[in-house]
């Protein structure tokens, strides 16, 4: 048996932890139909695996063995609990229906409990509202600020929406199963906007030291690929294909130091071509379905960037008429912000900025970094210094990501 250090187990532990905790999490759910006893179990299989792999040796596949002992562990809890024989036969009939649900979708070939779970999570009896907040944290693994900071909520609310989300699955009896197809329809609008924030929080981290979380955004896109196999909805495929093309920029759009580089500025020899190229197809697909989205308006304003071999190729009307078309299908704050910027490179800044005032002066996004940041970089260009300065200094009050703030204090210093 080939022997490791303390030292050497723990890294693998910790880096088995990284990339396998939510799968297990969501295994273990499915299982036991139950957040806080899999969480638990979880967190207590991740202890054992410290000891024992270090005393036998790390088995062949980690997640199975973790999976294997945290329903043990999941047992043992309950028996400590003095709820064993009480749930031992509804715990058993839960397994039986779970198993029987499974083997009728067998001819699917979905194995993966995450994607699984994100739709039983989704269901239609859970408030809208709570749907998506409850598996970005329970099945996701993102904290309650992350998300919070995704839906420009309070922390402390987001908490209570969270709570309420586990105690209607649980008093409901919502069973931890996969739909039907015939019910897919309903759920998929929530089941794409988790993936997206998913993505979302991966590409632009909400807070922390690093711009971006690469595990996040792999994982959303891996999600992705599995709900259009699954599922070739036209806003699956735009939805894909936004995160591909996006993602193709990951290596560009920070310095070895880990700041940021804006678009552009960035070095697009870097871009990923084949991310490109499929995140091309796949929304030329979705175009020509005609019954797409926003997501896919997203993906073809994104297809435009990629398209631009540089920053002063851009075709901002393009973008412009794209962000139009996003605007109607799905009207907010965050898309007129963004088609403000857009209409600022084609029209100058002036025009851009005066869009901007309008949103701020009305109360939309006054708590919204990015808005105060857009609004300071145009003032730069048309030499406002001091309307410069005070929203550069609004946005990194703001700003809760390291990067973000150092840019941004650099651009305020430049002034």
Not at 177 to 193: G, K, N, Q, Y
Not at 303 to 329: C, E, G, K, P
Request: charge should be negative.
């Amino acid at each position: 048996m080939l022997v490791h250090s303390e030292q050497e187990i723990q890294r693998t532990v910790d880096a088995v932890y990284r990339s396998e905790s939510r799968r297990v999490m969501a295994t273990l759910v499915r299982l036991l139909h139950d957040f806080d006893l899999a969480e638990e179990a979880m967190h207590e299989a991740f202890v054992s695996a410290v000891k024992l792999w270090a005393e036998n040796g790390i088995p062949e596949n980690p997640r199975a063995w973790l999976v294997s002992t945290g329903r043990f562990k999941a047992i043992d809890s309950l028996r400590r609990r003095g709820r064993f024989e009480e749930l031992a036969q509804e715990v058993a009939v839960r397994f039986e229906e779970i198993a029987t649900s499974n083997a009728e979708r067998a001819n699917h070939d979905i194995e993966d409990d995450r994607l699984r779970l994100i739709f039983t999570c989704c269901h239609p009896a859970i408030d809208p509202l709570i749907q998506v907040p409850l598996t970005l944290r329970e099945v996701c693994g993102l904290s309650t600020e992350e998300v919070a900071s995704a839906f420009l909520t309070a922390t402390p609310t987001m908490a209570q929406r969270i709570v309420r989300g586990k105690a209607k699955i649980r008093d409901a009896g919502i069973p931890f199963a996969f739909p039907a197809t015939e019910d897919f329809p309903e759920r998929l609008d929530s089941v794409l906007s988790v993936i997206y924030l998913v993505f979302n929080e991966g590409y632009s981290a909400s807070s922390g030291d690093s711009v971006t979380r690469a595990d996040l955004s792999g994982e959303a896109i891996r999600l992705g690929r599995l709900l259009v196999e699954l599922l070739p909805d036209p806003e699956a495929m735009g939805l894909l294909s936004l995160m591909m093309l996006q993602e193709s920029r990951r290596h560009a759009r920070s310095t070895v130091d880990g700041d940021i580089i804006l678009l552009e500025e960035q070095d697009r020899s870097l871009w990923d071509v084949e991310l490109i190229g499929e995140g091309q197809l796949l929304v030329e697909r979705a175009l020509s379905t005609r019954r797409f989205g926003a997501y896919t308006v997203q993906a073809a304003i994104a297809a435009v960037h990629s398209q631009a071999r540089t920053a002063d190729a851009t075709d901002w009307r393009q973008i412009v008429a794209l962000y139009d078309a996003l605007l109607s299908i799905n009207p907010s704050p965050v898309v007129e912000l963004n088609r403000a910027v857009a209409i600022a490179m084609r029209d100058g800044s002036e025009a851009g900025l005066v869009l901007i005032d309008a949103i701020l002066k009305r109360g939309d996004l006054t708590e919204y970094h990015l808005a105060h940041a857009a609004r300071a970089e145009l003032c730069r260009r048309t030499g406002n210094v001091s309307g410069a300065k005070a929203a550069y200094e609004r946005a990194i009050s703001l700003a809760r990501q390291e990067p973000e703030r150092r840019f941004l204090a650099k651009r305020l210093a430049a002034l």
